[in-house]
């Protein structure tokens, strides 16, 4: 399998001359097309500041990041906004719906801005919308529906253009027990279905239990990674357990 | 201590509110460049033949009193300032800081905002006063010269006005967070818009309907019982009027049905909008009517203004509810065009998220500037009506004339003859030298004239040429038999054409007279021909005026030197007194004009109307400009989170732009758009119905020039608030 997303040697830094913080530090992996992939790690570990640098939101002050075999590192700042949109899928933790727009409108806003013709968006929606079980409140309103069901929409919004990469950022971390667990299979389902590229960052053992591979990070670099291979979900997410409690996290974050 | 955190704070939240600060500053520079002509310094720097008392004594009242519409922006935008720092206060109560300490530090903040308007405004000011100084100068036809117009008392009154303005706006902040809870400050969520326009709305509805209830009634009452009198005509118009009453007042019902129940009522809003627009029509339309119906003793005075008040309070209510019902129209129209929405969904979404509160906003602002164009495109023309009737008023020095015996405005006039050597031994006593003096009669054409109630008189052919050779004008001649016309300057050609269709002859005694060829003037000949609203006098053979009976006396001078003010006063006082004595009721028996008060009054009183009207109309359309482009600024900075969504899906910043220009344009457009329409109506309704008072002064063309100019001043301020607003709203959603 082809290499969607590779990284190598970046480093972040923060701050000004005398109090300079190194938040990523000489960090590089892969991803292959079609892999869904977890990144763990404590608070200050660099987590978001990754998914933030390879979202082409924040820029990496060393380093190169690939994506579909372009180094998006050497960007323009126009050329950005139009790979952002073609190209990465975006899943956030407080969904990032517009209150303004039906949940409809909400994934036809992401076909508006990629200038796809109103007849194939149509029929994109409503196909993703059967596909993610949201077929029923698409006419409804973000603050009409429940959390899991935003970030259901939010998830169709992310995946019906096709992306590259889906991008994940705490996708759970607003939702209950049940619809978390929901939104995890789908996840799963989307995975192997339609052979989506998926990257998740979360602190949450359970939910990273649903991914195929987990990257730990501390400190702003690569700490181990562990793969699922043929373990079921259950010894998987047992074995996230023990890695963090090596990588030092506490009890609250195991469920 | 808490000045250093005010001003911190200010900072931080200083391009939020830069053009709130810009419009004060602007507004404060207005304030004094139009209040420095009443100083009195600047009048000590004047020439003595100009007095400008009764100018400053007006303005002095009119321009504090005009800026009170300011007021409105500055409680808004304070209200808004509160609602967004809700959470700040409560922390800060939180850690112990005491309610009145909050709210102190809450007004150092708004205040020095307010501080340094002010004084950036009146350094505006002084240079925007030479403006004004070189109007008043060219107004009085002195020249202009540069002088710094640092005045100790407009400053003082400056500073006192909107300082005090500030003080009491944030003692009334101060009241209000005295009595919020913490725990409402803690959990408050920022909106874009209260919800009290919704109520005030309601408000100004049923308003409407009670005052609909009262008008329909008061016809009711006044009208049926003379209905069957009047001619087929009032009946239509009045009838209709009445059922529409009757229709708007179903609309409001269910109208106010639908806002009870929580309802879209998109449906009654249009249904209510297009009702008050045809009762409005025929209120204006009836008011004529009912106006005549008042001077023929038929109908109750009130009925003068009635129609046309109950006209303004509808309109209000219309052109709120025209934004509602558009906008619900606009997006169910969008709904339908799926292209157009689909490439347009962010600004759809932007749209109808606050379109409800925000139409309610861009209808009273639309009101407001529809009046100031409306006012400051018609002033002009206004002026120069008032300058040309008063050029041909004051065309001589010194002007005593009677009033005619009979019937005159109502008021029983008896027969005053005046002395006229009486005025010129008053005059030689006073030392006022006489360079020419013409005294003269006008007659009555028939006996049975006298008890007429506005009979046309008469004055011989010889007494008109003095008039005309004292104006400066060639004298006439009267062919064999004939008569001419002198007619009063705003007289247009065409009813003079018609009056000599209908009159081509008078028939005097035995003598009958043909009216001569090209036998109409326009002359300025003073104002004593002219005493009964009557606007011609027929000029007439002198040998035909001998056996007339004489209707009023005319004198008129020309004097050696131009009389100071202080001495027309007291010439005016005396001669007055004078005039009193000779009638009986020592009221109405003449009057007396003399040039330098004419000129003095006539030209301070132009120049109030002019300066004010000007006044109020720019603060009208900065003040409306500034709050819808506050109202775009405060929604970028409230849902600042919708512009980086998007940006985050991957909109570039071409996208972006065309997002927030059409975002802001929108309203921008529409609101410059519609008050363009609705003003550019109402002139022409004017234009067209006062034709014959200012046509004669002002040239059509001028007429359309000028008011052409004021629309392109404008569009150029709205445009200028537009790109500070575009460029503003930029700046508060970038990451």
Redesign the interface.
């Known amino acids: 399998m082809d290499n969607i997303l590779r990284i190598e040697h970046i480093e972040k830094f923060y701050g000004s001359r005398g109090n300079v913080v190194k938040a990523l530090d000489d960090i590089s992996f892969k991803v292959a097309e079609g892999e869904f992939s977890g990144i763990m790690g404590p608070s200050g570990s660099g987590k978001t500041t990754l998914l933030n640098c390879i ?1 082409t ?1 924040d820029m990496v002050s060393a380093g190169n990041i690939y994506i579909g075999g372009k180094n998006i590192t050497e960007l323009k ?2 050329e950005m ?6 190209n ?1 899928g ?1 899943i956030f933790q407080d969904y ?6 039906s949940i409809k ?1 909400n994934i ?3 076909l ?3 200038q796809v013709s ?1 007849d194939e ?1 149509e029929e994109k929606i409503l196909k993703i919308a059967e596909e993610l079980g949201i077929s029923g409140i698409l006419e409804k309103f973000p603050n009409e529906v429940s959390g899991g069901e935003s970030q259901r929409c939010a998830c169709a ?1 992310a995946m019906v253009n096709k992306p590259k990469i889906v991008l994940a950022d705490e996708p759970t971390g607003a939702l209950d027990s049940h619809s978390s667990k929901l939104l995890l299979q789908l996840f799963e389902k989307m995975n192997e279905r339609r052979n989506v590229t998926i990257l998740m960052v979360t602190h949450d053992a359970f939910t990273a239990s649903y991914a195929k591979r987990i990257l730990f990070l501390k400190d702003g670099r690569v700490f181990t990674e562990i793969r699922r291979g043929s373990k079921n979900r259950k010894e998987f997410f047992n074995e996230i357990l023990d890695v963090m409690a090596v990588l030092g996290g506490d009890l609250s974050d195991v469920r | 201590m808490y000045a250093k955190l005010a001003l911190r704070s200010l900072k931080r939240s200083v391009k939020d509110y830069s053009i709130y600060v810009l419009t004060l500053v602007l507004v404060v520079g207005l304030f004094y460049s139009f209040l420095s002509v009443t100083s009195p310094y600047y009048a000590a720097q004047l020439p003595i033949s100009i007095n400008l008392s009764y100018l400053s004594q007006e303005m002095g009242k009119l321009i504090p009193g005009s800026t009170i519409l300011l007021s409105f922006l500055i409680v808004y935008v304070n209200s808004y300032i509160m609602r967004r720092k809700q959470k700040e206060f409560a922390l800060e109560l939180m850690i112990g800081m005491e309610r009145t300490k909050v709210g102190l530090l809450f007004f150092l903040e708004t205040f020095w905002m307010g501080a340094i308007a002010v004084i950036a405004g009146i350094l505006l000011g002084i240079f925007g006063s030479q403006i004004i100084s070189s109007i008043v100068l060219k107004s009085f036809g002195e020249p202009f010269w540069l002088r710094l117009a640092v005045y100790p008392d407009t400053i003082g009154w400056t500073l006192l006005f909107f300082w005090g303005l500030f003080f009491l706006v944030g003692f009334m902040n101060m009241r209000v967070l005295k009595k919020k809870h913490l725990l409402s400050m803690l959990s408050s969520v920022e909106c874009g818009n209260s919800k009290k326009w919704d109520r005030s709305i309601q408000g100004i509805v049923i308003a409407a309907f009670f005052l609909t209830l009262l008008v329909e009634s008061l016809l009711c009452r006044e009208m049926l019982p003379i209905i069957m009198r009047v001619s087929a005509k009032i009946r239509i118009y009045v009838g209709l009027w009445m059922v529409t009453m009757l229709l708007l007042a179903v609309c409001v019902l269910w109208f106010l049905k639908k806002c009870y129940k929580n309802q879209e009522s998109g449906k009654a809003e249009a249904a209510l909008t297009a009702a008050s627009f045809v009762d409005i029509g025929l209120a204006f339309a009836c008011a004529g009517i009912l106006e005549d119906g008042v001077k023929q003793g038929a109908l109750p005075e009130y009925w003068i203004m009635l129609p046309y008040f109950y006209g303004a309070v509808c309109l209000v209510m219309a052109v709120i509810l025209f934004y509602t019902s558009v906008s619900w129209l606009a997006l169910n129209r969008i709904e339908y065009q ?2 157009g929405k ?2 347009n ?2 600004l ?3 749209i ?2 606050n379109i409800r509160a925000i139409s309610k906003t861009m209808g009273i602002i639309t009101v407001a500037m529809v009046t100031g164009l409306v006012i400051t495109g018609w002033m002009p023309t206004l002026s120069g009506e008032m300058e040309g009737y008063l050029k041909e008023r004051s065309v001589y020095d010194l002007q005593i004339f009677t009033v005619r015996h009979g019937v005159e405005q109502g008021k029983e006039n008896k027969r005053i003859a005046l002395d006229f050597s009486y005025i010129a031994d008053y005059l030689k006593d006073r030392q006022v030298a006489v360079k020419s003096e013409i005294r003269i009669h006008s007659y009555y054409l028939q006996e049975e004239d006298e008890q007429e109630e506005k009979p046309i008189l008469g004055i011989a052919v010889s007494d008109y040429n003095k008039l005309r050779t004292l104006s400066g004008e060639k004298a006439i001649v009267l062919s064999d038999n004939s008569f001419a016309l002198q007619w009063e300057k705003k007289v247009i050609p065409k009813d003079m054409q018609a009056f000599d269709e209908k009159y081509p002859s008078v028939r005097i005694g035995n003598t009958q007279l043909n009216k001569m060829a090209d036998g109409n003037y326009q002359t300025s000949v003073g104002m004593g021909l002219f005493t009964g609203n009557v606007k011609a006098v027929y000029i007439l053979p002198d040998a035909v005026c001998e056996g007339l009976k004489t209707a009023t006396d005319y004198y008129v001078a020309n004097l050696e030197e131009v009389l100071s003010i202080e001495k027309a006063e007291k010439i005016n006082e005396e001669m007055s007194v004078w005039l009193e004595a000779l009638s009986e009721n020592r009221q109405g028996s003449g009057y007396i004009r003399l040039k330098t008060l004419q000129l003095n009054q006539g030209i301070s009183n132009t120049l109030i109307q002019r300066l004010c009207t000007t006044y109020i109309s720019l603060i009208l359309i900065i003040v409306c400009a500034t709050i819808i482009a506050l109202q775009q600024i405060m929604d970028a900075a409230e849902h600042k ?2 512009f980086l ?9 071409k ?1 972006m732009n065309q997002v927030v220009n059409r975002q802001v344009g929108l309203w921008f457009v529409v609101s410059t758009g519609i008050s363009s329409i609705v003003s550019m109506g109402i002139l022409t309704v004017i234009c067209v119905k006062s034709y014959r008072n200012y046509i004669n002064y002002v040239p059509l063309g001028e007429v359309l020039w000028k008011i052409g100019l004021v629309y392109l001043l404008f569009w150029l301020i709205m445009m200028a608030y537009f790109a500070a607003a575009c460029n503003l709203f930029k700046k508060n959603i970038e990451v």
Do not use: C, H, P, W
């Open positions: 979202s939101i700042e126009k906004a139009r790979f952002r949109r073609e990465l975006f990032s719906l517009l209150e303004t727009l409108e036809e806003l992401m508006s801005v990629n109103v968006a919004r | 799926k292209t689909y490439r969904l962010f759809f979404g932007q109808r998220s989170k919708r969504i998007i940006k985050k899906l991957g909109a570039d910043e996208q």
